[in-house]
């Protein structure tokens, strides 16, 4: 067993679970000042806590050493993640020092390449020895190259938490807060990782480090949920309202204009100043839409269809205004002009219509090749081709399930007479009537198909010889009592049947139709419209 489930293991897991959802919570965040780099940071901080938690589940040390090694990876970047985002996010990172970043990841470059091949030298590990009885733990001496690294990763640490600890001085009262938490939540992983590297560590073996990450990761997201992490910037009322492009419309509870910026007046053709005060019902033209769905306590959100003058297509959204005190001052409208947006749409679904006419149309040609492909286009029988592959699929099961197999060989006595006397159109008619005779007749089963010009072959799955016989007496005397019309003249005929039953007559789809083909023939020599069956 390679790994080995242990209080230490899942601590480090938990502390993982906890980075993760930190993470989550950093990415909706990240195109904020400095969310960038406190999203890469914490993707490092969940590579060394998820590492960790591996380190402390494997068994043997050359094992641990390898999730060790991964596991530096992200405690080596963190710290110069965490340097770079207090730069960032208290506005002293200038555009020249972009090119020099790179320096700062030497020494931990450096670091975990000595860490990869500490077997060779031993300055980041020189000595392993086994943790407490029943931790599975793995104790490291750390040589003289790792306390260089832990040296610059304080540095970076100190660094920018001094950084925002100045910065939440000089800052308005919203954001001394916001930095005294970057701050303050600094501080768990550095008291944790002094507790690991002194002999005040109550777990030997385990690294404190990223579990004092996990308090952190903790008090970041209170702190998203309660101050507004990374969420407020200051900007002032004028430039947030001028510089939305959507429309932003204030009217109160008696339902007049008191605000609107200038992408409200662009969108309704009017001027703020000219109707501030006045009723909305006289001078929003689609408001009587807009009544219906106010509400003096919950948001609603719709879209709407004006002319303005030429029509557009509006996504509205509206929420009511009240004080602290919960009284009610009116409603905010946003109009989000989405007429493009819908233009798109209605195109995309006249071309999904067309698409799916198209797609109907050739369906249905698939459906007539495919008919054509197997069917006689005259009777609507199956074909030849289509009788091949159905006998050796037919004697194949007969075979395997043991039951008897019939075919019968029809072909129509005289037809030739019928062409010379009427022409091919009376023995097409013929040949289609007999074609509709046979599937009328037969079972579902059964498979009728044209052999060829006037000659049909009916596949007869689970049916012996005599029942084939009366079987096809029946459909001898059947045909011979129907009277065909064409073109005003009554037309009759008689056909002659031969008859072959696997496997006495054939075991081979080939020789069972020779059979038949013989015992027709035999029929046509006893005088025609007769039943005959293989003489085996």
């Not at 930190?22 to 914490?42: A, D, H």
């Not at 832990?150 to 100190?158: D, E, N, S, T």
């Amino acid at each position: 067993m390679n790994y080995l489930i242990n209080p230490y293991a899942i601590v480090q897991f938990v502390a993982a679970g906890i980075t993760l959802i930190l993470l989550i919570q950093m990415r909706k965040r990240r195109n904020s000042r400095g969310g960038r780099c406190l999203f890469f940071q914490f993707v490092a901080v969940f590579i060394w806590v998820l590492a960790a938690g591996f380190e402390a589940a494997a068994v043997g040390q050359d094992l641990k050493v390898f999730w060790s090694v991964i596991l530096y990876v992200g405690s080596m970047v963190t710290p110069v993640i965490y340097f770079l985002f207090a730069r960032e996010y208290s506005g002293k990172f200038s555009v020249v020092e972009v090119d020099k970043i790179w320096l700062l990841f030497l020494i931990p470059a450096a670091t975990v390449t000595l860490a990869g091949t500490n077997q060779w030298h031993g300055l980041i590990w020189p000595a392993f020895h086994p943790g407490p009885p029943g931790t599975n733990s793995l104790v490291y001496d750390h040589g003289t190259f790792f306390w260089v690294a832990m040296a610059y990763a304080f540095i970076l640490v100190a660094s920018g938490s001094y950084i925002l600890f100045v910065t939440s001085v000089q800052s308005q009262r919203i954001y001394k807060r916001q930095n005294r938490l970057f701050t303050l939540a600094a501080l768990f992983p550095i008291v944790a990782a002094f507790f690991y590297l002194t002999n005040l560590n109550p777990f030997p073996g385990l690294d404190l480090v990223p579990i004092g990450f996990m308090f952190t990761g903790i008090f970041l997201l209170l702190a998203m949920g309660r101050e507004k992490l990374l969420d407020l910037v200051p900007v002032s009322h004028e430039f947030l309202l001028e510089n939305i492009d959507d429309g932003i419309l204030v009217v109160d509870e008696n339902m007049r204009i008191i605000d609107a910026n200038a992408a409200t007046e662009k969108l309704l053709g009017f001027t703020s100043s000219d109707v501030v005060g006045k009723s909305a019902h006289d001078h929003i033209p689609f408001w009587g839409m807009i009544l219906s769905k106010l509400h003096f306590e919950r948001g609603r959100k719709f879209e709407v269809e004006v002319e303005l003058p030429e029509i557009k297509h509006l996504k509205v959204n509206v929420s009511p205004l009240t004080t602290r005190n919960n009284r009610f001052l009116g409603w905010v409208l946003v109009l989000e002009n989405i007429t493009r947006r819908k233009k798109i749409e209605q195109d995309l679904q006249k071309a999904n219509q067309k698409l799916e006419t198209q797609i109907d149309e050739i369906k249905l040609l698939q459906d007539q090749l495919q008919y054509q492909a197997v069917r006689d286009t005259l009777t609507g029988t199956f074909n030849r081709g289509y009788m091949d592959d159905t006998l050796v699929r037919e004697i194949a099961r007969a075979q395997r399930k043991g039951y008897p197999l019939t075919i019968f060989m029809i072909d129509v006595d005289k037809f030739k007479a019928i062409n010379d006397a009427l022409g091919h159109h009376a023995g097409d008619a013929v040949i289609k009537e007999i074609g509709q005779l046979l599937m009328g007749q037969t079972r579902q089963s059964d498979c009728v198909c044209r052999y060829g010009g006037d000659e049909f072959v009916v596949i007869l799955p689970e049916m012996n010889a005599e029942c084939a016989q009366r079987r096809a007496e029946d459909l001898r005397q059947l045909f011979k009592s129907t009277d065909f019309a064409y073109e005003g003249k009554t037309l009759n005929s008689t056909i002659s049947i031969g008859i072959a039953v696997f496997p006495m007559d054939g075991k081979e789809p080939e020789s069972l139709v020779i059979a038949a083909d013989n015992a027709l023939y035999a029929a046509k020599q006893a005088g025609r419209d007769c039943v005959r069956l293989s003489a085996h």
